[in-house]
């Protein structure tokens, strides 16, 4: 057990590298993924949209979030107004269309993943901690066994070896904690985005559900 615990301490720092570096890759993966949701939220949005009068086009310096909220603005605009009966009927013929598309709203996994990772950054300087606390026990016990004058040596050895455990846990912590800073808002906007996304999907269903025969027989 203690030949155990001595080669647990002994390569805690490692540990906490190697689990930093899959931190990292995770943060990078979800960024990628929250730019493939954004992108395919936007091209329907856009489809959907397309062809309405006043339809938004923002340049191409614009965050794909800003655009998205025009293209709702623009669904938004069309149900306010009753006299764009062609609009009206514009969005009722392809809601069917954005119907098939609408995986990119399903969010649970993406949220939990997230969650986890921003969570996770807590237990770094933890895990440095416990690394020291392995390394000093280990010490007491190695020692107990030896002469007293070799007791303060030992721990004072373990411990000079253990405090970076300590310090990369530290480290990794602060690293991750600025990271998750940085990616914060635009996981938050693309949870908003999908909002209001089902939010307008779930208007236009119902009030355009039905078309009255009379407005149908006046377009005709």
């Not at 730019?35 to 949209?49: G, N, Q, W, Y």
């Not at 764009?84 to 990119?104: I, S, T």
Request: net charge negative; hydrophobic share 45%.
């Amino acid at each position: 057990m203690n030949e155990l615990l001595q080669y647990l301490s002994t390569l805690s720092s490692l540990i906490i590298g190697m689990v930093f570096c899959v931190h990292l890759f995770l943060f990078f993966v979800l960024w990628l993924w929250s730019r493939r949701d954004l992108k395919k939220i936007a091209s329907a949005l856009f489809d959907f949209t397309r062809g309405l009068k006043n339809q938004s086009l923002l340049d191409s310096t614009a965050h794909l979030s800003d655009q998205i909220d025009a293209f709702l603005s623009d669904v938004n605009d069309v149900l306010d107004e009753a006299d764009r009966q062609a609009d009206r009927r514009a969005l009722l013929e392809r809601m069917r269309v954005l119907d098939e598309k609408r995986r990119y709203l399903n969010s649970m996994f993406f949220e939990t993943c997230y969650n986890m990772g921003r969570t996770m950054i807590e237990a770094y300087p933890l895990a440095g901690v416990l690394g020291t606390i392995l390394a000093i026990g280990v010490a007491l016990q190695t020692s107990a066994a030896t002469q007293s004058t070799a007791t303060v040596g030992i721990i004072l050895g373990r411990f000079g070896d253990a405090i970076w455990s300590t310090a990369a846990g530290l480290l990794a912590a602060m690293i991750l904690m600025f990271l998750n800073s940085c990616l914060e808002p635009a996981f938050n906007r693309l949870s908003e985005n999908r909002q209001h996304v089902r939010e307008t999907v779930s208007r236009v269903k119902r009030e355009l559900a039905f078309v009255p025969p009379a407005i149908e027989e006046d377009e005709e």
